[in-house]
């Protein structure tokens, strides 16, 4: 839909403004859709990222400053949803062996395994919807990765 009859504001300024209000409320849209999966599990937004990053990294161990780098919102507080997600079992935190101050992080098997059905369950080409194709889905990328040129 339309964002103008979405929201029930025809009125704005330019295309600039129009895209910028679009973009805000398509992240809450989004977000929505996948808080609605992650919910399932009680794992947020945030910890699912985190736990993402994990699995990209294992079997290696990851750190805090390397989860900072990769999250995309670069806001959150990554020792704190470590934390969360250790009180859950689904990381595990060890001091690491050549450099006592420094803590690795992994992900657990549990974790592991809440990643491999939600890899069924968050398919994100039908959260786009089925008119919005492959080709599509490049051209937006291709779009908002000019944006923030």
Do not use: C
Not at 54 to 70: D, E, Y
Not at 89 to 108: A, C
């Amino acid at each position: 839909m339309e964002i103008g009859k979405e929201i029930d504001n025809h009125k704005f300024e330019n295309n600039h403004q129009k895209s910028i209000v679009n973009l805000i409320y398509t992240y809450g849209w989004i977000t929505n859709l996948l808080g609605e999966k992650l919910n399932k599990y009680d794992i947020t937004l945030q910890q699912y990222n985190v736990m993402r990053i994990l699995r990209g990294q294992h079997p290696n161990p990851a750190t805090i400053n390397l989860i900072k780098v990769r999250m995309l919102d670069k806001m959150s507080d990554a020792s704190r949803i470590v934390e969360r997600l250790v009180h859950k079992e689904l990381v595990g935190r060890t001091i690491n062996t050549n450099d006592r101050r420094s803590v690795d992080i992994l992900i657990t098997k549990k974790g592991l395994d809440i990643l491999v059905k939600l890899d069924t369950e968050l398919l994100f080409d039908k959260i786009l919807g089925k008119d919005f194709n492959n080709l599509d889905a490049g051209m937006m990328s291709d779009l908002l990765d000019k944006m923030r040129a």
